[in-house]
Structures are given as C-alpha cells and as structure tokens.
C-alpha cells in the first residue's frame, strides 16, 4: 500500500491564490466591501465611493461632520478592518 499526501481544499486554494498573485486583490476586495459591516448603517449612508492604493485606505465622506469625527476614530476603524479580513491590509484611512 502506499501514503496518499491528502491536504484539505482550503489549504490547495489558500495556495494557488498565493502563488498566482491573487491573494492580495481578493483580502483588499474584502475589506473594502466589509466597510458598511464594521461603521454601521447609518455611517454607511454618508460614505461614497471606497478604493485602497499603497495600503491606505480613501473613503469619501459626504458629510463634513462626520467626517472629522470618523478622522479621530482612525487607528480603531482600521484596526477592526484588519481583524474583519484576518489579515494586515491596510495601515491608514484617508477621509475626503
């Protein structure tokens, strides 16, 4: 008899999407479309369009008020961003 080298699928597709480049898209699309979740659904009617470049975050906010309270309220969004993915993506949020 021989020994079969048996790994679980989540583990094959954790794999492939590494090694293709493709890990880092999906963890960004993710945490992009977690945004509501995390703020809350009154925060999330304010927000318009969301898009990451160099690990930043941009999250345009149409009201001014909340934005600045958003602002001071950085480092724990981002935090609780990060841990909704279970993975560092992002280490800053730009209001605009």
Known sequence: MFKRDVKK???ILKRLLRS???ETPLLQKRLVDSWDSVVGSS???YTGEKFI???TLFVKILNP???QD???MRSKIVKHLN?????MIITDIKFF
């Open 53 to 55: 470049k160099n690990q």
């Open 20 to 22: 293709e480049g493709f």
């Open 83 to 87: 841990d909704k993915v279970g993975a």
């Open 70 to 72: 958003l602002s001071m």
């Open 43 to 45: 925060i999330a009617k």
């Open 9 to 11: 699928l989540d583990e």
């Open 65 to 67: 008020a909340l934005r």
